[in-house]
């Protein structure tokens, strides 16, 4: 079955400083894969998405995610950190079959952004 | 272009009661899905329609939740009666036509927040 672990809860980075979170998937065919962020009070916002090619997407915000097939992962980076950055991100991969579409979700990392 | 819009964003309710959360997705997107997010759980998928009809139910919890989309535009989701495990945020997304890649994006809306007491 299709799954998203993103290991880590919580983190907490100073602002300036870079930004990686981890994203690990189980999917059995070439994934399509999502990062998501929910800003306090705002909806699931997409920040990038990878469907194919090029293995670095670049998304809204700076933000860029690199996909390793090798490593089943889909980490999101950032190289400097707005104190603005602080919210909750969310990894998906989309699963569909049979006209059926949905995203599995991970967990969330919440990023607090120290002054 | 106008979002995805939900109603109410917080709703607080005794065990028992009712409500009945309401979604209006991007206009011409034929797609429409529910989610849940349980207190710092991981977002599930509760169920995805295709205009009217149903495409996939499988994530909705119990016979006590009833969704529906009369007409294929805006989308309700009715919890009766509401238990206290039922407390989460609720998010609704649209999406165009899915493509046979699958290639899909989803467009969320803000959430509403059920507090079942």
């Not at chain 1, 994203?23 to 306090?40: I, K």
């Not at chain 2, 609720?90 to 699958?102: K, L, R, T």
């Amino acid at each position: 079955a299709q799954s998203v672990t993103q290991p880590d809860i919580h983190i907490t980075v100073s602002e300036g400083a870079s930004l990686e979170l981890r994203c690990n998937y189980s999917y059995g065919a070439t994934p399509y894969l999502f990062w998501y962020v929910q800003s306090p009070g705002q909806g699931l916002q997409l920040l990038l998405k990878y469907f194919s090619g090029d293995t670095l997407v670049q998304g809204i915000k700076g933000f860029e995610a690199e996909f390793k097939r090798s490593q089943s992962s889909f980490n999101l980076r950032k190289p400097s950190v707005h104190w603005s950055d602080a919210a909750e991100y969310f990894c998906a991969v989309a699963r569909w079959k049979d006209s059926s579409y949905k995203l599995i979700f991970g967990s969330g990392t919440r990023l607090l952004v120290r002054p | 272009e106008a979002g995805v819009t939900q109603f109410p964003s917080h709703s607080v309710i005794e065990k028992g009661q009712t409500v009945t959360l309401r979604c209006d997705p991007i206009s011409g997107h034929d797609n429409l899905y529910w989610y849940r997010r349980v207190m710092g759980k991981e977002i599930k998928f509760l169920l995805h329609f295709v205009k009217e009809s149903k495409q996939d139910e499988s994530g909705m919890p119990n016979n006590r939740f009833l969704a529906e989309r009369t007409g294929g535009t805006y989308s309700t989701l009715k919890v009766q009666p509401a238990e206290l495990e039922d407390s989460g945020v609720y998010f609704c997304a649209s999406s165009q036509a899915i493509p046979p890649s699958g290639a899909n994006v989803l467009t969320f809306g803000a959430g509403s927040r059920l507090t079942v007491l």
